[in-house]
């Protein structure tokens, strides 16, 4: 029996899944440089079949499982499944990238534990999907020219001198800076809102992004729920908070789960080293006759971007990563919004006008970055402050959110 070429990747699935899913990725992967194990680019009359699936899950370096209910129903899938799962364990290395097709996390649970507590990428819409496998496979792989070119194309060129997290944040590309429309829509609808609700986000990261520096094969989430913040302002848990599920990029939680209503937090932690943490800063206030406001807690949202900075760069440190950082506060949907304060006889119409506000960078060695995290969360709030046209005039802050040089 002659030995298969190696491919890329193998694609299980149920025949029903076959017009819908399977053959549009096995094309759009084939397209881009790959090389699939696909049923019908293999089996000719008279072949095993056993011995030629056998022969290309050997042969292939990740699996693609298109979860559905009939997958489910069907033995021949889930025979591949196990062979997948049976050489992840053998090879300690994550190589089943799921597909959900009309499937959720709690039908996984019902059927399967260890592929519910792996985010799977949805089918719909297809490039989107075909787009993540791409990714997960070119981070693995580390090599293949054409696969290289296409996702350079679909990311933004990182500049010389620019920080790639930064970059990012500049471009929107990858994190979550902002409520998405439909999102927007799920608000207003579910709260019968007339403005929706700011949003803040924490991006942080090595200054150059490293493939596989926070590998979910290597990490457990435990380990990441663990590292602790001392001297934090906010009296919260954190991350243990958060059951941090596992995807093809790194780890990853929304709350709620409930991807029809807005998210109220959000948490991104990329296997490179990109890391966000997203919320909503503000909340619905009545003021005088009836008149709603929505209102932004400003002590409380300099304590998470106080802490979740701190906690971002020692979640580095607890890797392993010894460069330089950069950690940027991001807010948007912020228009009409008005600022809350103890005292507001010196702010007699705190509201802001501005919808959207880039925070400066902190950048430089990371052993270096947690004693400013306190002056460049002050300096942070004091841009906030800016654009509803108040000067605060509040005294520098120290690392322990002590007050320096106090003004009378």
């Known amino acids: 029996m002659a030995t298969q070429e190696p491919r890329d990747c193998f694609i299980s699935h149920a025949s029903e899944d076959k017009d819908a899913v399977a053959r549009p990725l096995a094309e759009a992967l084939t397209s881009a440089g790959y090389s699939v194990w696909f049923d019908e680019y293999e089996l000719v009359l008279g072949d095993s079949l056993r011995g030629k699936i056998d022969e290309g899950l050997a042969a292939s370096r990740f699996g693609v499982v298109v979860l559905s209910p009939q997958f489910f129903e069907k033995g021949w899938p889930q025979s591949e499944l196990n062979a997948l799962a049976a050489k992840e364990m053998v090879g300690g290395e994550r190589l089943i990238l799921p597909v959900w097709h009309g499937v959720d996390e709690e039908f996984l649970a019902s059927k399967s534990p260890l592929l519910a507590d792996r985010i799977g990428v949805p089918s719909d819409p297809l490039d989107k999907a075909a787009e993540q496998i791409i990714r997960a496979i070119e981070r693995r792989k580390g090599q293949g020219a054409t696969a290289a070119a296409i996702v350079a194309a679909q990311e933004p060129s990182i500049g010389p001198t620019s920080p790639e997290p930064l970059q990012l944040v500049e471009s929107q590309q990858r994190v979550k800076l902002r409520l998405t429309d439909k999102e927007r829509e799920a608000e207003q609808f579910a709260e019968n809102r007339q403005v929706i609700s700011g949003w803040l986000a924490i991006v942080a990261g090595p200054v150059r992004l490293q493939t596989d520096l926070i590998d979910p094969i290597e990490v457990e989430p435990d380990t990441l729920r663990e590292v602790t913040v001392e001297d934090r302002w906010y009296h919260s848990e954190q991350l243990n908070r958060f059951g941090?599920?596992?995807?093809?990029?790194?780890?990853?939680?929304?709350?709620?789960?409930?991807?029809?209503?807005?998210?109220?937090?959000?948490?991104?932690?990329?296997?490179?080293?990109?890391?966000?943490?997203g919320q909503r800063v503000s909340h619905q206030a009545h003021h005088g006759l009836g008149e709603v406001q929505m209102v932004i807690p400003t002590t409380s949202i300099a304590e998470l971007i106080h802490d979740y900075a701190l906690l971002f760069l020692n979640l580095l440190l607890t890797v392993g990563y010894e460069g330089e950082a950069v950690v940027i506060a991001n807010f948007a949907d912020l228009q009409d919004h008005r600022l809350g304060v103890s005292e507001r006889l010196w702010l007699p119409d705190p509201t802001v006008r501005a919808d959207h506000l880039q925070g400066r960078p902190l950048q430089g060695p990371i052993d270096e970055l947690a004693d400013r995290v306190?002056?460049?969360?002050?300096?942070?709030?004091d841009r906030l402050f800016l654009t509803a046209g108040v000067r605060t005039g509040y005294p520098d802050i120290d690392a322990t959110g002590a007050r320096v040089n106090e003004r009378s």
């Open 374 to 381: 306190g002056i460049w969360t002050k300096r942070t709030m």
């Open 244 to 277: 941090l599920r596992v995807d093809h990029t790194g780890f990853f939680r929304r709350m709620p789960d409930d991807e029809t209503v807005a998210p109220e937090a959000w948490l991104k932690i990329w296997e490179d080293g990109l890391m966000e943490y």
